[in-house]
């Protein structure tokens, strides 16, 4: 199992950047592939960007391709997104999640995920 902290997050004008932290505890960090979701009030809670627990394969929303990157950086364990030319329809609470496997790819789907973060805020406004 894995203690899950998000950070980063705050309010950004459009075409702004954030970056995003997940911070796990535990010691099976190396173990998990892990996600980035967001949900906006009123919507379903959607997948945004994964990367496998090798860190060497990664997955991503069509709304977030070539604007979001995910990396990981094992030695703090923790992941990264990073988001760039933000737009209005960004603003959401994101989470990220950990799914306890070992192999070289991830996926966006919610029911694969075991460990969940607290979420952080985003708001895209002028």
């Known amino acids: 199992q894995l203690q899950l902290v998000e950070s980063g997050g705050g309010l950004v004008q459009p075409g702004g950047s954030l970056r995003l932290s997940c911070a796990a505890s535990?010691?099976?960090?190396?173990?998990?592939?892990i996600g980035w979701f967001r949900q906006a009030p009123g919507k379903e809670r959607e997948g945004v960007s994964c990367i496998s627990s090798s860190g060497g394969s990664t997955n991503y929303a069509d709304s977030v391709k070539g604007r979001f990157t995910i990396s990981r950086d094992d030695s703090k364990t923790t992941v990264y997104l990073q988001m760039n030319s933000l737009k209005p329809e960004d603003t959401a609470t994101y989470y990220c999640?950990?799914?306890?496997?070992?192999?070289?790819?991830?996926?966006?789907?919610?029911?694969?995920?075991?460990?969940w973060g607290q979420g952080t805020q985003v708001t895209v406004s002028s």
């Open positions: 535990g010691s099976r960090f190396g173990y998990n592939f």
């Open positions: 999640a950990a799914a306890p496997y070992v192999q070289n790819l991830c996926v966006l789907t919610r029911m694969w995920y075991v460990d």
